[in-house]
């Protein structure tokens, strides 16, 4: 395939050049800090995970990992999906209302099984227009491969992989006393050819810090590009698309679910960079830490329609989100992070909430008896 190349008019996201997409048409009006006009072939979004539109791109640090709040508040809430992947429902009441929910894997209290999740690694290798510097993905992809994200390494809750061991601590308790062989793993990922994207000036830039090359792309770019996901359908997979030292202009990675036309179940996609230290990011959240929170926060809320009490982000005060999203609660703290080794190199992966911080259950099932695996939270969150 060629390179694509996506035209972005001002206040418009269009499909850009690449293969045909069909003939069905569909507009949604976006409205988050502005108005931004969807125009979409063969898909329709059933929740995106992304950051709020700005006018500009900025050489800024994006001021969130993800903008999931944000742009699920602007387009309301999608209708529950039938789901291509293996998953568990339950739920939990609070202040009288229930709240259900579905993540991936089984449900813990029903004893010790085992779940592999597929996963497709796509590397995208983008050429700056502005700034004349490409970022290829494929140049991070054995890193990926060797991090704690695919890994084994030694956690409390067990020596297993970074997202395994989330989810073994999120439910601590039943595992320790139901469930001690429960594991949601990820399987060995299919690593697909590199897929090369130009992007024009306007739509994003590239250039040169003191630690090495980064480049900024708009969120109306990024979600011009959606239709190239079409190609790679497959619902009991989730496409991770892998950039190297590249941003959105508010946001650092995302992920979503969307239902392309003529099908019936939706295909999940993570979005995520891999930042080489003090390029984009801090050293603590740098390498796969993007690539952690997102990956915590698909295992449980793939479908992004697990709502629960609105909460306020413990890092800014801000009255945040009503949505499962584990790893935004932890972002802005100061031990948002922690370091895990695989392979002779460390990496820094994310601290997650579990859910007893938004159910406010006290005492939390969380391992350690904090509301979130490294302890960054102690308390539940405080409601809006």
Known sequence: MGVLVASVPAGVIAWGAGPKWGAEVMRRVVRASLVVTIVAAACTLAGPSVGASSAGVTRARPRRVDGTAAIMNALGRPA????????????????????????????????????????????????FDDGGITLDGHDIVKDVLRSP??????????RTQYADAMQRAEFWNTVQSTSPKYHVLLAAPKVLPTVPIEV???????????????????????????PLVTQYYDPKSVLVFLVKDV??????????????????????????????????????????YVLSHEFAEWINDPYLNNNVPQWVNPGDGTCFS??????????????????????????????????????????PTELGGAYSYNGALTAPSDLC
């Open 80 to 127: 529950k999906p039938l789901a291509g992947l293996p998953s568990w429902s339950s739920s939990f009441v609070f202040g009288g209302t229930t709240y259900p929910y579905t993540m991936l894997g089984t449900d813990p209290h029903a004893g010790s099984a085992t779940t592999k999740l597929r996963v497709k690694i796509i590397p995208v290798r983008m050429t």
């Open 149 to 158: 994200i695919f890994q084994k390494a030694g956690y409390r809750s067990g």
């Open 200 to 226: 024009p000036a306007g739509s994003g830039h590239a250039f040169q810090t003191p630690n090495g090359p980064t480049g900024v792309v708009t969120t109306a770019f990024l979600l011009s590009l959606l």
């Open 247 to 288: 941003s959105g202009d508010t946001f650092l990675g995302f992920h979503f679910a969307f239902t392309p036309s003529g099908q019936t179940l939706p295909q999940t996609l993570i979005f995520s960079g891999v930042f080489t230290p003090n390029v984009v990011t801090g050293p603590s959240d740098s390498d796969v």
């Open 322 to 363: 009503t949505l499962l999203e584990v790893g935004d609660p932890v972002e802005f703290l100061a031990n948002n992070s922690f370091e895990v080794t695989t392979h002779r190199r460390t990496y820094h992966v994310t601290d997650v909430a579990g859910l007893s911080w938004f159910a406010h259950e006290s005492p």
